[in-house]
């Protein structure tokens, strides 16, 4: 193992997307994410009457200021909830009628927070089914701004969306926090605001947000941090070495942190400017560990901690029930399905190491990250396989072709 191809972030190329399609001028993104998350928020675009135009390396997005420049349109947001999530939020900023829907298991994850701050900001939407849940229509008329609070203990993505949202309003925005997960997630949003030539101003639990729009820009997109904790974790387990090229001390995502967590256990960790390398050492402790910054890397934790020398304990991940399935319940179905001793509570996992786990079929939930973290397990768990490995298309469709090829095998499926 040695240097790895991380394809783009997916939280940045979906900030990018909303910010470009929001700003005035045409924004060049270099080396968006490719994955069906991504297509598919840039599909939204599209059916709203943006112009997104892509090369190979870069994407091109004509903004307008103004909102869609569709009257009408009905967008599939996929499995996707930075989609689901932001697309109805900029839609908003517009006038027209627009309708969204989503995979059946977005339709199960929560909205409600979002759509509760829209209403209270004058923003008419409309549930077909359950409040707080897709399908939903958008009657978009501008949003005028003022005050409003939220709760983000479930998804910090509910406060990006608005956030994103703030400089297109007439009067700005001022968004009261109550609760508060991902928060790494928000300094992604802040700072990529920054980019694009919009502030956002903290006040205690309060963010301030002017009005003034969006200046395009071109806007490189870094490796996904998350899609990178596989590689790490692989290093760490098997006594390999892996460096990502781009996600260095300088990077925007919060779970470039799950290096610290890989530190922690035993591996050597270096932090360059722009470059990460992790080495196992043959050493794997057991730890207990908060992730609520980094809740995407529970399972990447989960998946190796079989294989550590005391138990691994992580905790307040609540959210993770929340996730492209209930996350806490398929690591421990998984892992017990190995043989492994497991115990999880609502926000918790316990994972107990003992005898060598044995190879069995995943139950993916179609959860990408299930399906990445296991690839890790089965470096040192032969004969595991995968009811669903193709659900890796979500953030990154290549990841069976990458994994084999940094010089880890591929549990046969
Ligand atoms: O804003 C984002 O891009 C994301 C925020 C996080 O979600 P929550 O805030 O719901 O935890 C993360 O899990 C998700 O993969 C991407
Ligand atoms: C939770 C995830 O995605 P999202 O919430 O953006 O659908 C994820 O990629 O792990």
Not at 359 to 377: L, Q
Request: proline residues 6%; aromatic residues 6%.
């Amino acid at each position: 193992m040695a240097a790895v191809d991380i394809p783009g972030s997916k939280s940045i190329t979906a900030r990018a997307l909303f910010l470009a399609a929001a700003a005035d001028g045409v924004t060049t993104l270099v080396r968006p994410l490719r994955s069906d998350d991504t297509e598919g928020f840039a599909e939204g675009l599209t059916r709203l009457g943006y112009r997104v135009g892509r090369t190979p390396d870069a994407w091109h997005v004509d903004g307008r200021p103004q909102g869609p420049a569709a009257p009408e349109a009905d967008v599939y947001c996929r499995d996707g909830a930075t989609t689901a999530r932001f697309l109805p939020t900029l839609a908003a900023a517009g006038h027209g009628t627009y309708r969204f829907d989503a995979s059946a298991q977005m339709r199960r994850r929560p909205l409600l927070p979002l759509t509760r701050a829209l209403r209270d900001l004058g923003v008419d939407v409309r549930h077909e089914g359950p409040e707080g849940h897709h399908p939903l229509t958008v009657e978009a008329a501008g949003v005028d701004g003022g005050e409003v609070v939220l709760d983000a203990g479930q998804s910090s993505q509910y406060l990006t969306a608005l956030l994103l949202l703030g400089p297109l309003t007439r009067k700005g925005l001022r968004i009261t926090v109550t609760d508060l997960v991902s928060v790494p997630y928000v300094e992604i949003t802040m700072a990529m605001m920054r980019a694009f030539g919009a502030e956002v101003r903290r006040e205690g639990d309060a963010f301030v947000v002017p009005p003034g729009g969006y200046r395009a820009t071109t806007y490189a997109v870094e490796p996904d941090a998350s899609t990178a904790s596989y590689f790490f974790a692989a290093a760490a387990l098997t006594g390999g070495e892996v460096t990502v090229q781009g996600l260095g001390s300088g990077a925007l995502q919060g779970d470039l942190g799950f290096v610290d967590v890989l530190r922690r256990m035993g591996a050597r960790v270096d932090v360059g400017s722009d470059r990460t390398t992790v080495a196992g050492t043959g050493e794997l402790r057991g730890l207990t560990v908060n992730m609520r910054d980094i809740s995407d890397t529970m399972p990447t934790l989960a998946a190796i901690a079989p294989f550590a020398s005391g138990p691994v304990r992580i905790e307040d991940v609540a959210n993770t029930r929340v996730k492209e399935c209930d996350r806490l319940d398929a690591c421990a179905e998984n892992l017990r399905r190995l043989g492994v001793r497991v115990e999880t509570g609502p926000d918790w996992i316990e994972i107990h190491p003992g005898a060598a786990p044995v190879g069995a079929e995943i139950k993916t939930y179609g959860d990408h990250r299930i399906v990445m973290s296991f690839a890790v397990t089965g470096l040192r768990a032969p004969g595991i396989s995968f009811d669903d490995p193709g659900c890796v298309r979500k953030t990154f469709p290549g990841f069976h072709e990458a994994f084999a090829a940094a010089g880890v095998e591929l549990p046969r499926g």
